[in-house]
């Protein structure tokens, strides 16, 4: 015999053992004035972020059913919408060592997430790719299947982003990199700059982690400059 199947209605939702339909996405996309507010104007950017930040917070259930990987999803939105100089991590994914101007870095490391221009196309096709990542097809003939696909495909990435994400979290317990050295300061994609210089023994003990983690935003970013995201 099958495991029993309880399903709960309410005015809001469908929901089973395995999945939650929602009824209305509205709270879950940007509004039809959204393309009426002028991000260049400081309350028109306050109103467009807080637009933002909801929806991408109030997709957190629907990320996982792991607490681990939600409180990740949460915590990497707030670095991402607080903290994040993604202009210089950009920068320095971009350029080599050899490529890269200083008083370009100079520039790119003062600037404040406040004082930076939205990009406003590229986060809503960021809200665009975790809405998929949180919507479910099964991928059989008798169902539109690139549809299908292109959402798994959104998940899969979204859950390794979350995983290394995490990893940098844990980093200063387990291996001695704070989670500031490796996405404010961006030291792992300066990494080679280490190699040529007399650097401490801690610091190139670092080295082979931070080889992991410079491969995988230096991909990340990449990713991005090709889906038009910024994940």
Sequence with gaps: MGKPSLTITTAKAIINSEYTLIKSHSKYKLPVYFSKLDADLTEGRITVVKLFYRRFMRLKPFISNVKMVKDTYRDYLRYKFVKENYELKRYLAFYPDSMRSETELELLSDIKCNEKVLPMDEMQKTLDFVLKSCSYLPETKHQKW??????????????????????????????????????????????????????????????????????????????????????
């Design 146 to 231: 690139d549809i299908a696909r292109d959402n798994t495909y959104c998940r899969q990435i979204l859950k390794n982003l979350l995983t290394m994400q995490y990893e940098k979290y844990r980093s200063k317990s387990y291996r001695g990199i704070g989670h500031d050295e490796l996405d404010v300061k961006f030291s792992h994609l300066k990494a080679a700059s280490i190699r040529q210089t007399k650097s401490s023994k801690s610091d190139k003990k670092k080295i082979p982690l931070y080889k992991v983690f410079s491969d995988f935003d230096t991909t990340l970013v990449y990713l991005n400059e090709t889906l038009g995201t910024r994940l």
